[in-house]
């Protein structure tokens, strides 16, 4: 089963650092903070969840990333990429998430290098296209249907797929 390896926040932008664990509110993570509301967070966008494997990936390939570089609230390992999809409510520690859409990068994470957004991202991704080899690489933003507590080492179990 998937697991939690990391929770993060900031006080606004990248990265984000970690805590042992923190209370996801309606509107996220608390203590978490969006540096352009504008663009990221609200009801829609209050989690972003990013696969350990990705950043795990991408350092091995000498971006200079890890857990929370990304602006993701939880990092997770364990995920089949390739099968998540948005209307998915899953349990992440006591929380109940439902992912509403793909993550698009935006240009602060050139930060970690120009060419990072081309290795999570694609015209196929935007597209749509499940069978993308970057989907949801970017990251999968989330509702949150019921908060609660969660913390590293904890659970993210897919609870409810759609047919």
Not at 42 to 58: F, H, K, N, S, T
Not at 67 to 80: C, K, M, P, Q, S
Not at 109 to 134: F, N
Request: net charge positive; proline share 7%.
């Amino acid at each position: 089963m998937p697991e939690i390896v990391q929770v993060n926040i900031s006080r606004g932008g990248i990265p984000k650092r970690p805590v042992p664990y923190a209370l996801v509110t309606r509107l996220g993570i608390d203590g978490d903070m969006c540096a352009r509301p504008q663009y990221h967070g609200g009801p829609d966008q209050a989690v972003l969840i990013i696969a350990a494997e990705v950043v795990d990936d991408l350092a091995a390939r000498g971006f200079p990333v890890f857990y929370g570089a990304l602006g993701e609230n939880l990092t997770v390992r364990g995920l089949a990429l390739d099968s998540l999809r948005a209307g998915q409510t899953w349990r992440a520690g006591d929380a109940i998430l439902e992912l509403t859409k793909i993550r698009v990068p935006c240009s602060t994470l050139d930060v970690y290098g120009k060419a990072l957004r081309k290795e999570i991202y694609d015209t196929r991704v935007k597209q749509g296209d499940v069978k993308s080899p970057l989907w949801a690489r970017s990251g999968f933003y989330a509702s949150v249907r019921q908060p609660g507590m969660v913390a590293a080492g904890g659970p993210f179990e897919l609870l409810f797929e759609l047919a």
